[in-house]
């Protein structure tokens, strides 16, 4: 029941209450440093051994979004009316070594993994295709095995190639051996080649990559391009393996919008336990990589949560395997919950806990970000927001916004990471997050993804930009 109130006792209630009822809303849309501790002191911990990709604890860390989600009233995305999403994948090994076979003057030549070859990657049993000689400097030729010669003197540029090799749509990529993979040749040649198949609608197998030793690459360099060439082998029983997605979702309010998805994601794996590192420390806590990043998505996960309910549908992912190849997101886009051309754009958040000193301090870059016209947009709307400033490092395809970047769906990475030698070690610990600058970051993007959200702009790619032509 509602007591009446003396004027002056009435004027004094109104101001406490728009006092306190401004400061409410401001600070649910503030985050405070002390939650971005409290989360990264959970992920970070040893207590989650390094959240292993596809281990207990890559789901515990999953979980925990989950219970943050469900007190924040998120609505569940996942399997069977939770927010976590099971992915079961086949992990395949070849029984014995691997082979690339083509023949030539009438005679068939069979080069080995461990002895002419080192088989690098796979994603099936076999590939195929004709043979295409190009430049270093060149891209593979679709559907093709292209064989690419070493330079002497550009091993740096020719081993950051390599990244880019994956996703160029050859059938597979030669490439002839460099002075480092020379010296590891007989390290790589008895590692048991394996690959990874899941359900669902994947995307497509990507391209196999192949060192060939320099002599296998003289021969083949003499024969005609249009040869078939074939890499495989006969494969054992698969192994059986999980990774999972924690995922919820904020129904869009506007009748028109809410069939329109803004994705924020993170990957919530890192590299676990591994009992040959050297020294002591055998945990990679992944505190930058990217503990920050799932930091960022589930603050933003809270404050769009408390606000007003948001124009366009938004979720919120936490991948699972990034590190292992990207398994959680390809399994995500490959059996997205709502039509593809609904998912509007996609940020990806990584690595985000300590300044990188190519931009200024209060600065984040987007990977792409002259691929499309959502980072310039996004930084008209406040957000500090620049130009990826390492493009040699590939890093548009190094993370999980490229699964879906391939697809055509406007997807970048927002990131500060410097370049810092403790990336992928076991050093990559929580004393060395700049706890200021991370907080900082993720509040100066508050503005900017609440104005997505609730805006019915469309993000394009430029012209001769979009990943998947
Ligand atoms: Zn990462």
């Given at each position: 029941m509602i007591r009446m109130l003396s004027v002056r006792t009435g004027i004094v209630c109104l101001l406490f209450l728009l006092v306190t009822g401004l400061n409410a809303q401001s600070s649910n849309d503030v985050i405070a440093e002390r939650n971005v501790r409290a989360h990264m002191e959970f992920l970070a911990g040893d207590a989650l051994k390094?959240?292993?990709?596809?281990?207990e604890y890559e789901l515990i860390a999953g979980e925990y979004f989950a219970s943050l989600m469900r007190q924040f009233g998120i609505e569940p995305g996942g399997d069977d009316g939770s927010y976590i999403q099971t992915v079961e994948i086949r992990r395949q090994s070849f029984a014995a070594p691997p082979t690339l076979t083509y023949s030539a003057a009438g005679s068939a030549i069979v080069l080995t993994h461990g002895k002419?070859?080192?088989?690098?990657?796979?994603?099936?049993?076999s590939a195929t295709g004709p043979l295409r000689k190009i430049n270093a400097q060149d891209q593979p030729v679709p559907g093709s095995v292209s064989l690419i010669r070493y330079e002497a003197g550009n091993e740096e540029a020719f081993g950051r190639r390599f990244g880019g090799?994956?996703?160029?749509?050859?059938?597979a990529v030669l490439v002839e051996e460099t002075p480092q993979f020379r010296a590891g040749w007989d390290r790589f040649g008895s590692r048991k080649v394996s690959f990874s198949e899941f359900g669902g609608n994947a995307p497509a197998a990507q391209t196999a990559v192949i060192v060939i030793s320099k002599e296998a690459a003289d021969t083949l360099s003499k024969i005609e391009d249009g040869v078939e060439i074939k890499i495989g082998g006969n494969l054992e029983e698969p192994e059986i393996n999980r990774t999972w997605n924690s995922v919820g979702i904020i129904k869009g309010?506007?009748?028109?919008?809410?069939?329109e998805v803004i994705l924020l994601s993170a990957h919530m794996?890192?590299?676990?336990?591994?009992?040959?590192?050297?020294?002591?420390?055998?945990?990679?806590?992944g505190a930058d990589d990217d503990a920050s990043g799932c930091v960022a998505v589930i603050e933003l996960a809270r404050i769009l949560a408390a606000?007003?309910?948001?124009?366009r549908t938004v979720y919120f992912v936490f991948f699972g395997s990034e590190e292992a190849g990207g398994f959680g997101s390809r399994y995500f886009v490959g059996n997205?919950?709502?039509?593809?051309?609904?998912?509007?754009a996609n940020l990806q958040w990584e690595m985000i806990g300590r300044p990188d000193e190519?931009?200024?301090?209060d600065e984040l870059w987007l990977t792409?970000?002259?691929?499309?016209?959502l980072g310039a947009e996004l930084a008209k709307h406040g957000a500090k927001l620049v130009n990826?400033?390492?493009?040699?490092?590939n890093f548009f395809q190094r993370s999980d916004n490229y699964t879906l970047a391939r697809q055509g769906i406007i997807a970048h990475t927002v990131s500060s990471y410097g370049?810092?030698?403790?990336?992928?070690?076991?050093?990559?610990?929580?004393?060395?997050?700049d706890f200021e600058h991370m907080t900082r970051s993720i509040n100066s993007m508050v503005g900017p993804v609440k104005w997505l959200v609730n805006s019915d702009f469309k993000p394009t790619w430029y012209e001769g930009k979009d990943p998947s032509q």
């Open positions: 390094g959240r292993g990709s596809g281990t002419e070859i080192l088989v690098f990657r796979m994603n099936s049993g090799l994956f996703d160029s749509g050859a059938a309010s506007d009748p028109k919008l809410s069939s794996d890192h590299l676990g336990i591994r009992p040959d590192a050297p020294g002591d420390d055998k945990i990679f806590n606000g007003e309910r948001p124009k997205l919950p709502f039509p593809k051309e609904k998912l509007v190519k931009v200024a301090s792409g970000f002259d691929r499309s016209n990826d400033p390492h493009p040699d490092q370049l810092h030698t403790d990336y992928h070690h076991a050093s990559d610990e929580i004393g060395t997050i």
